[in-house]
Structures are given as C-alpha cells and as structure tokens.
C-alpha cells in the first residue's frame, strides 16, 4: 500500500471517529456529571498517550526538557485538557449534540481571526465577510432559526460552546509555537492537565464512582477524541504528498456528526442546525486564504 492511500485510510477513519464524539459526549453525560466525564476521559487519555509514548521509543525525551518546558506545558495543560474540555463538557450538558457541536466547530475561523493578532497579520476584507457569515451561522443554530427575535434556546449553553472555541484556538496557536516532540508534549499537557482537573474534583467534592456506562463513554472519549485520533491524523498529514489532500476532508466531521446524532442521541435535526452549520462551514473555508491556510493545516 502506498504512503498516499495509508494517508487517506488514516484520515478515513479519523473521519469517522471524531464523527461520534459529539453523540458520545451526549450520550455519556446521562450517566456522569461533566466533571466526571472530564476526570475519567482525561485519565484515560493519560494512560493512552503514555503507552504511545513508551511505544515510539520517546520516553526519554522528557528529561531533556528545561524548567520553561515544563512550565509552558503546565500552562497548555491547563488550556487543553482542562478548561476547554470542562467548558465543552457543560456546554453538552446545556445544549442539544446538534447545537453545541457546529458552535464549537467555530474554533477554526476563531483561530484566523486570532493569528491576525498574535501574528500580526493584516486583516482583509475576505476575513470580515468570513466573520460575518460564520456569525449569522452560529446566530441561525442558536436560535433554531428565529434569528430577528433572538431567543436563543439556550444562552449560557450557546456562551459556553463559543467559549470552548476560543479556548481551543488560544491553545493551539500558542502550541506552535512549541516546538518539542508533538506526542511528548501532548503526554504533558495532559499529565498537567490532570492534575489541575484532580484539583477540581477535590474542591467540588463530585463522587468518583461512575455506573458501567458512564466509565465506558468517557473512556471512549478519552481513547479517541483526546488521545490516539491525534496521532493517526498526524501520521495522515506526514504520510500524505499535500497536506490537502487529506486536510480538507475534516469538513466532512460536523455533517457526519448530525446524522449519528440523529440516529445514536435521537435528535431531531433541525433545518435550523443544517442551514447554520453550510454558514459556519463557508465561512471558515472563505476564511482560509493562503497566509492563513498553512497555519489551519498545520493544526488540523
């Protein structure tokens, strides 16, 4: 098999992976509270991605690693496993799979819009009518379409999934610019991680006894939204002639994950929800002209 067709076999079932998660989180979080979901999912990426590690021969490289490593690490561990995901979990939990998922899609337009910031680059006017639609997008889905009376369905829930992009967005533009071993400093990020989630489960004292179900879906997530899935989409763009070639294929996540939420979670798909997520997506790919496709690409 060539290294072309390994690149899209990887990214196929990267594809169709992260196309669950969505009804997963849902679905999990019927049996766990979000903080339960983030501890154990966390947990289990931890033990996944150290099991990569020691696999790939890398283990050592986490002595060669200064004090500032450790500390960047500490601060991304923080960002990523421990805020964004504390903040999407809850999200979940407040809103339909449906709505909250194409929110959190706005993580790429978000990170666009950010590196005119931080890499000082000169916004245009392709990047403002971008915004714009992606805007009237998540408007349309949290409205369920009722966009000139503005009752959002929920307005924390909405807040919070739009939060989680931003979060994502500031952690991986400061993530390149690390530039250390991707699954060593992934391993830290999240050994940092969890313990500032330990932290957490201290201090609001949530009961760590999960039913058969609950420990079963956060170890789904843990195993392949936090954990391996990165690595099998890294391995895609390495093996990959472009990085085009398989990148572009991450669109098809959020329409694949409305119908396993239709038919896993039993959502009604609104139009409202399709109409919003063709505007969040165009946006983003009006967005990603060629200063800025490199830097989505890289992430992606």
């Known amino acids: 098999m060539s290294d072309q067709r390994k690149a899209y076999l990887y990214a196929i079932v990267v594809v169709l992976i992260w196309s669950t998660v969505a009804s997963v ?34 283990l050592t490289l ?33 809103l339909p799979a449906q709505e909250a998922q194409p929110l959190n899609q ?28 992606s805007f009237v997008g998540v408007v349309i889905i949290s409205t369920r379409g009722h966009i000139f009376e503005l009752a959002f369905s929920n307005a924390s829930g909405a807040i919070l999934a739009l ?23 992934l391993f830290l990020n999240f050994l940092f991680g969890t313990l500032f989630i330990i932290i957490i489960v201290l201090v609001t004292k ?26 099998l989409w890294l391995n895609a763009l390495r093996l990959s002639k472009t990085t085009a070639q398989v990148s572009n294929m991450i669109y098809l996540v959020p329409f694949l994950s ?8 039993g959502e009604k798909i609104l139009t409202s929800t399709i109409i919003g997520l063709i505007f969040i997506i165009t946006g983003i790919l009006l967005q ?13």
């Open 25 to 58: 989180f849902k679905i999990s979080l019927r049996y766990l509270d979000f903080i339960q979901l983030l501890f154990f999912a966390s947990l289990v990426s931890l033990f996944v991605l150290f099991i990569v590690l020691v696999f790939q021969g890398k």
């Open 62 to 94: 986490l002595r060669t690693y200064s004090k500032k490593d450790y500390l960047l690490s500490g601060l991304l561990g923080f960002l990523n496993p421990c805020l964004y995901y504390a903040v999407l979990f809850k999200a979940y939990s407040l």
């Open 106 to 133: 706005t993580w790429a337009i978000v990170l666009a819009l950010l590196s005119i910031i931080v890499l000082r680059q000169r916004i245009k006017l392709q990047s403002i009518i971008a915004l714009v639609i």
């Open 163 to 185: 939060f989680s992009a931003f979060i994502w967005a500031f952690f991986w533009l400061y993530n390149l610019k690390d530039q250390r071993d991707v699954v060593a400093k």
């Open 206 to 231: 949530v009961s760590l006894k999960p039913t058969l179900a609950g420990f079963a879906g956060a170890a789904y997530v843990g195993i392949f939204e936090m954990g391996i899935t990165f690595v």
């Open 258 to 265: 409305l119908l396993i939420i239709h038919f896993a979670v």
């Open 288 to 300: 990603q002209n060629k200063s800025n496709r490199t830097l989505l690409k890289s992430i992606n």
